[in-house]
């Protein structure tokens, strides 16, 4: 499992498409066995999921993402959970896999003309 959580300041950026770096934490048996930080390609639409899945993502938590990006996520084959709260990478990885981060939707506060984290 390869789980990808924008950031922002070293904690989730709710702005997925306008953060800094996105931190890429390998999961073997339940343990984070690696974790890089990297930088994305300059924000347009499609570029960031596209990018993402190509590192060998599974699985991406956010705090809010326009429909058009899951949409792509979806296609290549990656769970998307949103509505994550403003944490570390390990706690939100350590969270996800206990099974006590729930999809909650988009936390994101502005207007992504009407778009919400959905199913």
């Known amino acids: 499992m390869k789980i990808a959580i924008p950031l922002a300041g070293g904690k989730l950026c709710v702005h997925f498409g ?3 770096q ?3 934490l390998t999961v073997e048996d ?3 066995t690696e974790q890089k930080k990297l930088t994305p390609p ?3 639409p499609g ?3 596209n990018w993402v899945a190509d590192q060998g993502c599974t699985d991406i ?3 809010g993402m326009g429909e058009a990006a899951q949409a792509i996520f979806r296609q290549r084959g990656i769970k998307v959970l949103c509505g994550a709260p403003s944490d570390t990478p390990e706690n939100l ?3 996800y896999l206990h099974g006590e981060l729930a999809d909650g939707g988009n ?3 502005h207007d992504h003309e009407g778009h919400t984290c959905g199913h």
């Open 18 to 20: 306008h953060c800094q």
């Open 22 to 24: 996105f931190a890429i």
């Open 30 to 32: 339940g343990k984070i």
């Open 42 to 44: 300059p924000h347009a």
């Open 47 to 49: 570029v960031i999921p």
């Open 61 to 63: 938590l956010v705090g």
């Open 93 to 95: 990885v350590a969270s």
């Open 107 to 109: 936390a994101c506060d």
